[in-house]
């Protein structure tokens, strides 16, 4: 089945310590999300790719990067994480910027 | 940023009622999309509604796109324990750049078996 595809499921790092979260789809869509969602909260968007033009959300910190080496593919880097960092990490992806089909999310925790 | 008003905000049911929520936004939306989320899971698409008036149904949910273009409804008949999670609905404006999803604060669904 086409689907979205993340890895690990469950990251533990310590503070300051950089953390790459992994994204893969079989969807073959060229659009890809990456969101922070924290506890009782809706999902918000740090930032996304249309195709391998990188769109980044005007209050997305700079402790947060992204790379999209191929359409199937996308990494969320966190340079240097926080207390407040500590979420559930959630890929997407859509044709065209319309109908987001999410991955099953990271959860981070960070010590 | 902005947010739809999702209500209820969260609803203790028996099993076998139907469940009703909604979502308003105070602007018009190309796109409405509603998503059931489990813990510890990500958002899974229940069902898109693209065209104002549209009425679509998956199984037991029943949802619609608002004349308006402003609100959208949720329905679900005859609840049964796995329906418990929370539910979110999402708009698309859908123009300009202006290309990202709009979300709700969503509806946290207990079932009593």
């Known amino acids: 089945d086409a689907m979205v595809i993340q890895n690990p499921r469950y990251q533990v790092t310590q503070f300051g310590k950089p953390v790459t979260l992994s994204c893969s789809q079989t969807l073959n869509h060229n659009v890809m999300y990456w969101y922070q969602q924290k506890s009782s909260q809706a999902p918000k968007l740090l930032f996304h790719?249309?195709?391998?033009?990188?769109?980044n959300e005007a209050d997305t910190p700079d402790n947060f990067q992204s790379r999209r080496p191929n359409t199937s593919f996308c990494f969320l880097d966190i340079r240097s994480p926080g207390l407040g960092d500590a979420a559930m990490y959630l890929c997407?992806?859509?044709?065209?910027?319309?109908?987001?089909?999410f991955g099953p999310g990271t959860r981070l925790l960070v010590l | 940023g902005q947010q739809l008003n999702q209500s209820p905000q969260s609803m203790f049911i028996q099993e076998g009622e139907d469940v009703s929520m909604n979502c308003t936004s105070s602007s018009i939306f190309n796109t409405w999309l509603w998503y059931k989320q489990d813990p510890g899971e990500g958002p899974v698409l229940l069902i898109a509604l693209y065209k104002a008036g549209e009425l679509t149904s998956n199984g037991r949910l029943t949802a619609q796109f608002g004349i308006t273009r402003k609100d959208s409804f949720l329905n679900i008949s005859a609840s049964i324990p796995s329906d418990v999670g929370i539910y979110f609905c999402a708009g698309h404006h859908n123009a300009g750049n202006n290309r990202k999803l709009i979300w709700g604060l969503g509806t946290s669904l207990a079932v009593n078996p």
């Open positions: 997407a992806t859509s044709i065209i910027e319309e109908t987001q089909y």
């Open positions: 790719y249309y195709d391998k033009d990188f769109n």
